[in-house]
């Protein structure tokens, strides 16, 4: 069946770096557009980037650009989200997405997700 399997989270000080993975399995990785969601409790699920299934064209929130950087390993069927120079608002559940069709920041238009994995940037 199909699985994304987030990793990576942690504790991390503000200006820290964290390297989130998402580990695929169960379809063709080869064929999906992969995308990182956050979400903090009682807020929408936000989008943070995506990657498309060549990993030709990348997008990313306003948010994170310039500070996370997305990228992906076809043979490992495994997306990566960099993210450096981490603030306090980026404290959230990462969530991975997979989609044939849509790459962006509609949550909605997802198929496939993950289970997340807890971020939290403090002092």
């Known amino acids: 069946q199909v699985q994304l399997v987030e990793s990576g989270g942690g504790l991390v000080q503000p200006g820290g770096s964290l390297r989130l993975s998402c580990a695929a399995s169960?379809?063709?990785?080869?064929?999906?557009?992969i995308a990182w969601f956050r979400q903090v409790p009682g807020t929408e699920r936000e989008g943070v980037s995506c990657i498309s299934s060549s990993g030709d064209s990348t997008i990313f929130a306003d948010s994170v650009k310039g500070r996370f950087t997305i990228s992906r390993n076809n043979a490992q069927n495994t997306v990566y989200l960099q993210m450096k120079s981490l603030k306090p608002e980026d404290t959230a559940v990462y969530y991975c997405?997979?989609?044939?069709?849509?790459?962006?920041?509609?949550?909605?238009?997802?198929?496939?997700w993950g289970q997340g994995t807890q971020v939290a940037v403090s002092p």
């Open positions: 169960g379809f063709t990785f080869n064929d999906y557009n």
């Open positions: 997405a997979a989609d044939i069709d849509y790459c962006g920041p509609r949550w909605y238009a997802f198929n496939y």
